[in-house]
Protein backbone atom coordinates (compact mmCIF):
# COMPACT_ATOMS: atom_id res chain seq x y z
CA UNK A 1 0.00 0.00 0.00
CA UNK A 2 1.03 3.35 -0.83
CA UNK A 3 1.91 6.45 1.76
CA UNK A 4 2.61 9.62 0.96
CA UNK A 5 3.68 12.53 3.72
CA UNK A 6 3.31 15.91 2.11
CA UNK A 7 5.25 18.94 4.30
CA UNK A 8 6.00 22.43 3.38
CA UNK A 9 3.23 24.25 4.07
CA UNK A 10 3.08 27.58 5.40
CA UNK A 11 1.57 31.41 5.19
CA UNK A 12 2.89 33.51 3.03
CA UNK A 13 2.08 36.74 1.38
CA UNK A 14 0.66 36.87 -2.24
CA UNK A 15 3.33 36.68 -5.17
CA UNK A 16 5.43 34.94 -2.86
CA UNK A 17 6.49 31.32 -3.55
CA UNK A 18 6.33 28.19 -1.72
CA UNK A 19 7.41 24.43 -2.43
CA UNK A 20 5.79 21.77 -1.24
CA UNK A 21 7.20 18.14 -0.91
CA UNK A 22 5.26 14.62 -0.59
CA UNK A 23 7.30 11.77 -0.09
CA UNK A 24 6.08 8.39 -1.59
CA UNK A 25 7.00 5.27 0.39
CA UNK A 26 6.66 2.79 -3.13
CA UNK A 27 7.97 4.84 -5.73
CA UNK A 28 7.83 2.46 -9.40
CA UNK A 29 8.19 3.79 -12.84
CA UNK A 30 5.24 3.50 -15.20
CA UNK A 31 2.79 2.20 -13.26
CA UNK A 32 2.23 5.23 -10.34
CA UNK A 33 0.64 8.87 -11.23
CA UNK A 34 1.24 11.07 -8.30
CA UNK A 35 -0.93 14.01 -8.03
CA UNK A 36 -1.51 16.77 -5.88
CA UNK A 37 -4.93 17.92 -4.97
CA UNK A 38 -6.09 21.19 -3.00
CA UNK A 39 -9.14 21.76 -1.10
CA UNK A 40 -10.32 25.67 0.23
CA UNK A 41 -12.61 26.36 2.62
CA UNK A 42 -16.24 25.28 1.63
CA UNK A 43 -14.77 23.65 -1.53
CA UNK A 44 -14.61 20.31 -3.45
CA UNK A 45 -11.17 18.73 -3.57
CA UNK A 46 -9.77 19.92 -6.95
CA UNK A 47 -7.12 18.68 -8.58
CA UNK A 48 -3.62 20.94 -9.36
CA UNK A 49 -1.20 18.69 -10.90
CA UNK A 50 0.17 15.07 -11.78
CA UNK A 51 3.40 13.61 -13.05
CA UNK A 52 3.36 10.12 -14.35
CA UNK A 53 6.38 8.89 -12.43
CA UNK A 54 9.20 8.23 -14.22
CA UNK A 55 8.02 8.98 -17.54
CA UNK A 56 8.25 12.64 -16.18
CA UNK A 57 5.15 13.66 -18.28
CA UNK A 58 2.80 16.01 -16.58
CA UNK A 59 -1.12 17.70 -16.54
CA UNK A 60 -1.17 21.11 -15.01
CA UNK A 61 -5.10 22.54 -14.10
CA UNK A 62 -6.14 25.30 -15.47
CA UNK A 63 -6.52 27.64 -12.71
CA UNK A 64 -2.41 26.75 -11.45
CA UNK A 65 -1.43 27.12 -15.18
CA UNK A 66 2.03 29.58 -15.82
CA UNK A 67 2.40 29.44 -12.14
CA UNK A 68 2.60 25.99 -10.34
CA UNK A 69 4.87 23.00 -11.71
CA UNK A 70 4.80 20.03 -10.86
CA UNK A 71 8.34 17.57 -10.29
CA UNK A 72 10.45 14.19 -9.58
CA UNK A 73 13.37 13.17 -7.50
CA UNK A 74 13.93 9.58 -8.49
CA UNK A 75 16.85 8.83 -6.28
CA UNK A 76 14.52 10.01 -3.46
CA UNK A 77 11.04 9.01 -3.79
CA UNK A 78 9.92 12.48 -3.88
CA UNK A 79 7.40 14.62 -6.01
CA UNK A 80 7.30 18.12 -5.40
CA UNK A 81 5.09 20.80 -6.38
CA UNK A 82 6.38 24.27 -6.69
CA UNK A 83 4.29 27.38 -6.43
CA UNK A 84 5.18 30.94 -7.64
CA UNK A 85 3.20 34.38 -7.93
CA UNK A 86 0.83 33.10 -4.97
CA UNK A 87 -2.77 34.65 -4.53
CA UNK A 88 -5.43 34.28 -1.67
CA UNK A 89 -7.84 32.10 -3.68
CA UNK A 90 -4.85 29.59 -3.38
CA UNK A 91 -4.83 29.06 0.16
CA UNK A 92 -6.19 25.70 0.72
CA UNK A 93 -5.30 22.60 2.39
CA UNK A 94 -2.75 20.74 -0.02
CA UNK A 95 -2.86 16.66 -0.71
CA UNK A 96 -0.87 14.25 -2.37
CA UNK A 97 -2.60 11.22 -3.93
CA UNK A 98 -1.50 8.31 -5.84
CA UNK A 99 -3.32 5.66 -8.36
CA UNK A 100 -2.31 3.56 -11.12
CA UNK A 101 -2.04 5.50 -14.76
CA UNK A 102 -5.05 4.91 -16.68
CA UNK A 103 -4.88 2.44 -19.40
CA UNK A 104 -7.00 2.01 -22.85
CA UNK A 105 -5.88 0.40 -26.07
CA UNK A 106 -2.39 -0.43 -25.06
CA UNK A 107 -1.52 3.20 -23.83
CA UNK A 108 -1.44 4.73 -20.26
CA UNK A 109 -1.44 8.41 -19.23
CA UNK A 110 -2.18 10.05 -15.97
CA UNK A 111 -5.73 11.93 -15.50
CA UNK A 112 -6.01 15.04 -13.07
CA UNK A 113 -9.19 13.39 -11.39
CA UNK A 114 -11.69 13.24 -9.98
CA UNK A 115 -10.82 12.89 -6.55
CA UNK A 116 -12.04 10.06 -6.07
CA UNK A 117 -10.42 7.85 -9.09
CA UNK A 118 -7.12 8.08 -6.23
CA UNK A 119 -7.15 5.25 -3.87
CA UNK A 120 -4.03 6.57 -1.68
CA UNK A 121 -3.90 10.09 -0.03
CA UNK A 122 -1.94 11.53 2.75
CA UNK A 123 -2.68 13.46 4.84
CA UNK A 124 -2.39 17.22 3.77
CA UNK A 125 -0.45 20.46 4.39
CA UNK A 126 -1.79 23.74 4.89
CA UNK A 127 -1.25 26.68 2.78
CA UNK A 128 -2.16 30.15 3.41
CA UNK A 129 -1.55 33.32 0.86
CA UNK A 130 -2.32 36.70 2.41
CA UNK A 131 -3.19 39.60 0.45
Known amino acids: QVQLVESGGATVQAGGSLRLSCAVS????????VAWFRQGPGKGREGVAV????????LIGDSVKGRFAISQDNAKNMVYLQMNNLKPEDTAKYYC????????????????????????WGRGTQVTVSS
Open 26 to 33: EYTYDTTC
Open 51 to 58: IYIGRGST
Open 97 to 120: AAESPWTSGGGSWCELGPADEYDY
